[in-house]
């Protein structure tokens, strides 16, 4: 179970192995997801509509604009950005995980509510992805930078970054887009974790006779589904987000067709689905993966426990 678990036969996990767990959870599914990223980045900050028809539209398809990425910039571009991007996964994970744990616990402890309820578990999720926002805020901004510039780069190094960007647009360029990241990033981890765990005891219910069978491959498919739904459902705010980080960086992208500066959140507010179905294939394999990788590292800390305390 994700979460604080009072059954006495629950997992024992110390708070350190709950951050490990989700440290090593980013880290993974970062690595697996990576090139989905990119594209979906790129898909959303270009200008133009996706479209065939369009003959300024530089990207109009995932498999168009994997092999474009490939040829123009080679393998490696599918992980540019790479390096701030697995900073923030491992960071973000910790304190997601570790902050879903404590609140879920202090829930059961303080209050009257099931700590297992939906409701719960999304108010729960989405203060805990706004802790581990505010952490790592400044880190998915170069993450952002560095998989929306082109050829040739603006940005060589990370530390080539950091003195640039603090020199030209001030410390507070690492918070570009932090309100619309906070708007959007409450609804939707609270929706990736109260749907992970409603399609759990909806699978459950449904077949109670499966038990413990293919528990793995179950978590992989709850991420799934809570991926998908969540991300459908709050991806125009995640659009807004990408537009806004990149502001005061459009000389970069000049490679990719039309450039716009963007002054606001109701500037931003064109084409709410752009980039969709990539996003929607990233958001299923990462929450996903997210999850399946959660639970697998909690569960070995949770053997290796239970055969300490044997001895």
């Known amino acids: 179970m994700v979460g604080y678990d009072p059954k006495p036969d629950g997992r024992n996990n110390t708070k350190f192995q709950v951050a490990v767990a989700g440290s090593v959870s980013g880290l993974v599914t970062r690595a697996l ?3 989905f990223d990119v594209i979906k980045i790129r898909f959303q ?3 133009e509509r996706l ?3 369009d003959p300024n539209a530089k990207y109009h398809g995932i498999l168009q604009a994997s092999r474009q990425i490939l040829q123009e910039e080679g393998l490696t571009a599918f992980w540019k950005g790479h390096i701030p991007a697995q900073i923030l996964s491992i960071g973000y994970g910790a304190v997601q995980f570790l902050s879903f744990e404590m609140l879920t616990e202090l829930v059961h402890r303080g209050s009257a ?3 297992r309820e939906f409701s719960v578990h999304f108010v729960c999720g989405g203060l805990a992805a706004c802790m581990a926002t505010l952490t790592v805020q400044p880190v998915d901004v170069l993450r952002t930078r560095f998989a929306a510039q082109g050829e040739p780069k603006v940005y060589n190094t990370l530390r080539h970054a950091l003195g640039t960007m603090y020199r030209s647009e001030g410390p507070q360029v690492f918070y ?3 309100a619309p990241t906070l708007i959007a990033i409450f609804p939707y981890v609270g929706l990736q974790f109260s749907c ?3 399609l759990k005891h909806l699978y459950k219910w449904a077949m ?3 038990g413990k069978k293919n528990e793995n491959l179950q978590n992989l498919l709850y991420g ?3 991926g998908v739904i969540s991300k459908t459902l709050t991806y125009p705010l995640d659009l807004f987000k990408k537009r806004l980080q990149v502001g005061g960086f459009e000389h970069a992208r000049a490679a990719f067709g039309q450039v716009h500066r963007y002054k606001g959140l109701m500037d931003c507010a064109l084409g709410f689905f752009k980039g969709l179905s990539p996003s929607l294939l990233k958001a299923a394999l990462s929450t996903g993966f997210m999850f399946f990788w959660y639970e697998f590292f909690c569960n070995v800390f949770h053997c290796m426990n239970r055969t300490a305390s044997q001895r």
Do not use: C, M
Request: aromatic share 8%; charged share 15%.
């Open 51 to 53: 479209s065939r028809s």
């Open 224 to 226: 799934t589904g809570a």
């Open 33 to 35: 997801i990576s090139p």
């Open 45 to 47: 900050l270009q200008h």
């Open 176 to 178: 570009k887009g932090l």
């Open 196 to 198: 992970y765990s409603s």
């Open 208 to 210: 109670p006779a499966e």
């Open 113 to 115: 509510y099931d700590a």
